[in-house]
């Protein structure tokens, strides 16, 4: 059994993606309802948006780190 990939952490950009586990608001809500294949696929592609979340938090640090 897949657990819940919440970490308490809830907070939702524009996108509706939560900054804390990186799923969708759809994925979230539809967590209980998901298969165990359906639940493995939440968490590959929470992962890859936690991933490129921080990706881009390291991007725009650099950006703005003077020269």
Partial sequence: MTEQPCV??????????CLGCGRTLPEITGWHQA???????????SQQRLQQMADSQLRRRAANRPE
């Fill in 35 to 45: 298969n165990e294949l359906e639940k493995q696929q939440i968490l590959q592609r």
């Fill in 8 to 17: 308490r952490n809830c907070c939702l950009d524009p996108a509706d993606v």
